[in-house]
């Protein structure tokens, strides 16, 4: 009798310990950003509000599908990018901004929550998808962050085809630029220190947003978070953002959240934002909302805007922002896509 009570038992604490695995399992999340800034309804035609929400959930199925069958989060993460690099309404990839110069210069980077490892390539001109360069500098080297030639020269080695600069040009942007050049004057604006800089160009807010990334969370219980941007119109100087900044735009721990940014990213950088938000999480038990609400008024007290997405291994998420609308979506376990763009 006594062996079959304590049979009992063990059996009932296998199937508890086998229905948490199971359920666990079953939480796959994903969620993707196309870019923070001055988004208003009736400047956006219903055709190209289409073409936006379109673009989104293709992401997110590409994604979604590796997910569902058993996928990684950085495949998910980087096939989700992808597809929004290949997009040129997003500021990533073939859609890149142009810089003073009349270049594309384009940056990405990934982390992997359960490693904590993490690759970012920056200035990039000749590489496609440079999501997928970002993950090579992070399975294959043993840095973390390349740039210009020397990171083009590791993306062919890693056995990605180059593309002729020519690609990333989409005549919408090149218009942006010359608008941006004719309203290029040095005059009185905020300087890094909160000061006026007479000698800083003024910088319009519609030039700098853009951005593209996506978090996951895979059936192994694994987080992984990538960003990928064009930049900023008209930038100067070799300029990055914080998009390939570890920390800064990008960062992911299993331990508390994937987070992916997108906003002015001098402000990101200088609140390293991803990072900030993690450690609130961590360090005080912040909810991913509070949290990353917090880091968030924090760049706006500085002057700064944007947004974010972020996402913790219980599938809880959030995709606060300060401007007038964020490109972004989520889809759950059970395939149910939600995408929006205004507050």
């Known amino acids: 009798m006594e062996y079959s009570n304590r049979r009992s038992v063990l059996i009932a604490l296998f199937m508890v310990m086998y229905l948490a695995v199971f359920a666990q399992q079953q939480k796959y999340v994903l969620v993707v950003h196309g870019g923070a800034g001055t988004i208003v309804k009736e400047n956006l035609s219903p055709e190209k509000e289409k073409r936006y929400t379109a673009a989104l959930t293709r992401a997110l199925q590409s994604g979604y599908h590796i997910l569902q069958t058993g996928g990684s ?3 998910a993460v980087e096939a989700a990018i992808r597809v929004l690099e290949d997009d040129p309404l997003f500021n990533a990839g073939k859609g890149a901004f142009f810089t003073h110069d009349g270049r594309n210069e384009l940056d990405a980077a990934i982390m992997d929550g359960r490693t904590l490892k993490a690759g970012a390539v920056a200035g990039v001109t000749t590489i496609r998808n440079p999501i ?8 294959r080297s043993e840095h973390v962050l390349l740039t210009g030639k020397g990171a083009e020269l590791f ?17 919408e942007r090149w218009q942006g630029l010359q608008r941006a050049l004719k309203t290029d004057t040095p005059r009185t604006t905020q300087g890094h220190d909160g000061k006026a800089a007479s000698a800083a160009p003024a910088i319009n807010v519609d030039q700098k947003f853009g951005t593209v990334g996506c978090v996951a969370l895979d059936r192994q219980g ?14 100067k100087y070799g300029r990055v953002g914080d998009s390939p900044i570890i920390g800064a735009g990008t960062y992911c721990n299993n331990a508390t959240a994937g987070i992916s940014c997108t906003g002015w990213g001098e402000f990101f950088i200088r609140n390293v934002v991803a990072k900030t938000v993690s450690d609130l999480i961590e360090y005080k038990g912040y909810t991913v909302g509070r949290a990353a609400g917090e880091v968030l008024d924090k760049v706006r007290e500085m002057g700064g805007d944007g947004g974010l997405i972020i996402l913790d291994k219980q599938g809880h998420m959030a995709m606060p922002f300060n401007t007038k609308g964020m490109y972004r979506g989520a889809v759950r376990e059970d395939g149910t896509i939600e995408v929006r763009i205004y507050q």
């Open 222 to 235: 694994n987080l992984a978070a990538g960003t990928s941007t064009g930049g900023m119109t008209n930038k």
């Open 73 to 75: 989060s950085l495949d």
């Open 155 to 171: 993306a062919e080695e890693a056995g990605l085809v180059p593309v002729d600069p020519g690609y990333f040009r989409t005549e």
């Open 132 to 139: 997928s360069a970002a993950r090579a500098v992070m399975e």
